[in-house]
């Protein structure tokens, strides 16, 4: 199966494909480390070649092309590294990498979001892995975690910060005291945001990564299309001050949870509690938090961009794969589809916001419909004295679909709502 | 090497010796999930028998004795899994089991600590694995991570809080408001505290702790000898109080830092930052913070003791070594000795408090003692005035050595020093 080297011990093979922000972060990390790998682990580890489209930018003593297909049908490798971005074009090199018998480890969230089904069914038919750990959250090890040190865990909950664009701007609006636009300006000139931000700031990145880990650790597909997603651009500073006043810090948060009749599966920002861990997860970080069954709860954080931080999990990839080569069983990546709930279904304390004109009676007439479906109010505040007057009211805990029910016969009362009013929910249990 | 089921299954066989807190997790774990193990991973465990000194507390169909090595002798397991506790007699238990080609798997951090040596290098030497997952903070997969999440990292630094115990104690001090006495009783009562506490409150157990990771994660031996261990016996209310007032919250840290010097090791109370993710770390949860050139900081949390919470460590364990037989490689647990610098080399921001007479001049004679050993004051503070007068001063970065001096001479002021200063580092940075 596999090449021994001049002294018996096994050699593992593998290309390189992207030598960009991350990839050239791999090649720093290798050129650094593969004596150590061989003298520490007995493991030797060669790099057959690099394919990118900017060839002159690799500065590593190491054989490049332009011609990805071309390096892996030449060179045969064990593994292949696909860190070059897109759809298309990594999705036909899986397929040329699994014909010839090339296991495939990648960052690429979005070909795993779109072609996952196909790419983990044509590896698993041909008894070869596919390592994304730094697909999901740079350098937090979560992959790893799910799969081995928590591997003998029924999992009841997971919750993640995985966006790190969107914490970043949620961090400056609370800190800097900035408006949304603003906040987005600066996360852009400092290269946390695209010019075009809308995957990022609707929650379509974070769906995608949540939908991988939910998956693996429910055991179960949770596609993205089941998730429901909200994004951040409806937040104004007022819900950030507000929700530090109650005790709060307001995160985009991507939640699945397995209940009796389906899993509740969302990304959608929620106050979560100052006594919360994941509350102190600022800036760019990204952080998953866990309940088990016999762990209780647990949290991971840790930086969820970057080259080094993104390349080191895609080193850590392969220095697992290429040891436990030869092992009795795979790592499984398909799954009986998952039974999915509507998130109306689901239970929750809520902030809400309403924009309301200035006239005696409107808190009454809300409250009213709130009460009329069984949604109680376990605390109310009041903005300004302009109108719109921003009534904030806190619930104690409703099942969404009253809520949603009450807000649209609240939202439709023209005469004394403004705006469509913000719903939010909490989490405050750890 | 192994077995094989009627179906061509490789079968992998364990004993459990101990069927205390731990123990009947895992068998609750095992006799719950063996068949899906068996479905899903297509690994095949035998539970081969049950050594226990009181039989009748085990209640799943399994072999149950009082006999340990009887037990080994005739089954010959893959894996023991040595949940006793003690150190001679689980020492002997892995001298036959490595004798006779048994992998061992523990909980027992003490016999590590004081056996860890000699239990590595015998089972090196007959190429069998070690696992201690279960040994350091509980649920949280520690290990596991520093050996393959981040198996590409350079460590520069780690910090942990890796005792529940204390953690407890501090949590409650702050919250309730209690003394460190009556917080204990509480722990005690709880089942949080043995009825000796000097193992926990005085650092040591999560000194033997760091002992382990910090050897892991440098991968040179740092033992418990070289580790400075401070508890937290000495942390008075107004101690915690005050930390709160200049943002932040007492906590007993476990450190290991690389330096070019040598490393900084340390068990002791220290000052960390509310806005660092490890401050919300609270009462019996424990957590590891570390900072690799890699990824920059990353932190785990989760439960640190419990009967699930270190079974679910103890069966990550089993199904990683089981899964992983026939790797090339094995995980080493030997290195060379690490060059441990004195706790004086070390440079960091403190709190002092002082203890004065109410007599004006003190705080000049303090602070110029301070000056000639080149420690300059960031903030003063003062409490009551009755005495004695609690003075408290935060100062910029200072070497810790120096730190010293001053305090020797400032203590030796009998007429206006009527207690030893409390002195504590900060934690500040992510």
């Given at each position: 199966m596999c090449q021994v080297d001049s002294v018996g011990m096994p050699v593992v093979r593998f290309a390189l494909v992207g030598a960009g922000v991350v990839g050239s972060g791999v090649l720093d990390i290798y050129f650094r480390d593969k004596v150590l790998w061989k003298d520490r682990e007995g493991l030797d580890l060669e790099l057959v070649g690099v394919a990118t489209r900017t060839p002159s930018k690799v500065r590593h003593p190491v054989e490049v092309t332009t011609d990805a297909s071309d390096l892996l049908h030449r060179?045969?490798?064990?593994?292949v590294l696909e860190l070059?971005?897109?759809?298309d074009f990594p999705f036909e090199l899986a397929k040329i990498a699994f014909e010839q018998g090339t296991s495939l480890i990648t960052a690429n969230k979005a070909l795993l979001s779109e072609k996952g089904e196909e790419i983990f069914k044509l590896a698993w038919d041909k008894k070869l892995e596919v390592g994304y750990?730094?697909?999901?959250?740079?350098?937090?090890p979560i992959i790893r975690t799910f799969r081995t040190?928590?591997?003998?865990c029924r999992f009841e909950k997971l919750s993640g910060i995985l966006n790190g664009t969107t914490n970043y701007i949620l961090t400056q609006m609370e800190t800097q005291g900035w408006d949304y636009h603003r906040a987005l300006a600066k996360a852009q000139e400092l290269g946390f945001a695209e010019a075009d931000p809308t995957f990022d700031v609707e929650g379509v990145d974070a769906g995608h990564k949540l939908s991988l880990l939910a998956s693996l650790a429910f055991q179960r597909k949770i596609p993205f299309s089941s998730i429901w997603t909200e994004g951040?651009?409806?937040?104004?500073s007022i819900d950030i001050r507000f929700a530090k006043q109650l005790g709060f810090r307001i995160k985009l948060l991507a939640s699945c949870q397995f209940m009796e009749s389906g899993f509740l599966a969302s990304v959608r920002p929620t106050l979560v509690?100052?006594?919360?861990?994941?509350?102190?997860?600022?800036?760019?970080l990204n952080a998953v938090t866990y309940n088990t069954i016999e762990t209780g709860m647990g949290l991971l954080t840790g930086k969820g961009a970057g080259s080094l931080p993104t390349a080191s999990a895609v080193i850590a990839d392969l220095l697992y794969y290429a040891k436990r080569r030869g092992d009795w069983t795979r790592e499984r990546n398909t799954f009986e589809a998952g039974n999915v709930s509507p998130i109306g279904t689901g239970k929750s304390r809520f902030y809400l916001r309403f924009s309301t004109v200035d006239k005696p009676g409107v808190l009454a007439e809300i409250a009213s419909v709130l009460g009329q479906n069984s949604i109680s109010i376990a605390s109310m505040h009041q903005d300004s004295s302009e109108e719109p007057i921003q009534v904030i009211l806190v619930t104690h805990s409703a099942l969404e679909a009253n809520l949603r029910a009450a807000l649209e016969v609240i939202d439709a009362k023209v005469n004394i709502i403004k705006e469509n009013t913000v719903s939010l929910p909490l989490l405050q249990d750890l």
């Open positions: 060179t045969r490798p064990d593994f070059a971005g897109g759809i750990e730094a697909a999901v959250a740079g350098s937090i040190g928590l591997a003998g951040i651009t409806k937040l104004q509690s100052l006594n919360h861990p994941i509350s102190n997860v600022q800036l760019e």
